[in-house]
């Protein structure tokens, strides 16, 4: 397993990560499965966040550490805050609030059975962000030793600076949806200057500006297409190009399509972590091959044409 350093530190972790998203929905015995077979990947980064299955992912993980026999310096952990949903009503709103944070993490680390968290992300940009607001709490937690370093989740590079110029820690993680059918943060550099839909900067450059900040990218739904469309490997319907081509490199390189995907990832010059998604040990082992293999340039750009993109 390859390494990524954390931001703008010395701090080396797997370059992939497991997530526990879909931890709520296992036993207690399959998620201790999930987490050996991490752990013999050699993956030791977890994400997680409140949000999840309203915290029964992290109640599951935190039992399940104790069946596994695995303590708590097997894995750094991570999680993420912000997001309010009222599942019953479907209300959601985005709170950076100081009461919230604070109550959010004492709730995570209790859910998590630890004393501290190794990152904190905000999940998703608060539209009412108090900068000054936050930069108390961020500096309250750290003082507490509740949690050692921050991040953001999906945060555009206008919205990630105003948060940082107001902040004594150096943000170190921008997590963000990308994967081969994801790629529009790709997209619109390749087709600058063109009048074409796919010049269009969603973005603002977030690849680019964490590359210059020297933020590590995290990438969430490595295998999905769309939020909630299912994955694209083995989706010949929708991705028969990309399939082949995944199959004709995994052949090429005695591993699976999802370990060509997650190497697809890790192939792009940024700090890069690509968080798995699956819970099935299988999966996880089978996808974490990914990280030792280095794609040509070539074998990069056919698979992202194959994903239905054009290069001008």
Known sequence: MKTVTIGATKWAVSNVALGTMRMSRLTVDQTAAALLAAKEAGINYIDSADIYGDGQAERNFAAAMKVAGLDRDAFYIQSKAGIVLDRKSGRKRYDFSKQHLLAAVDGILGRLGTDYLDTLLLHRPDALMEVDEVAAVFDQLQASGKVRHFGVSNFTPGQLALLQEGLSQRLLINQVQFSLAHTGMLDAGFHANLATPAALDHDGGILEDARRRQLTIQTWSPFQQGLFGGTFINDEDHYGPLNQQLAT?????????????????????????????????????????????????????????????DLP
């Open 249 to 309: 490199l995994a052949a090429k390189y005695g591993v699976s399509k999802n370990a060509i995907a997650v190497a697809w990832l890790l192939r792009y010059p940024a700090q890069v972590q690509v968080l798995l998604g699956t819970i099935t040990p299988a999966h996880i082992l089978d996808s974490a091959r990914g990280s030792d293999l280095q794609l040509t340039r070539q074998e990069w750009y056919d698979l992202y044409v194959a994903a239905g993109n």
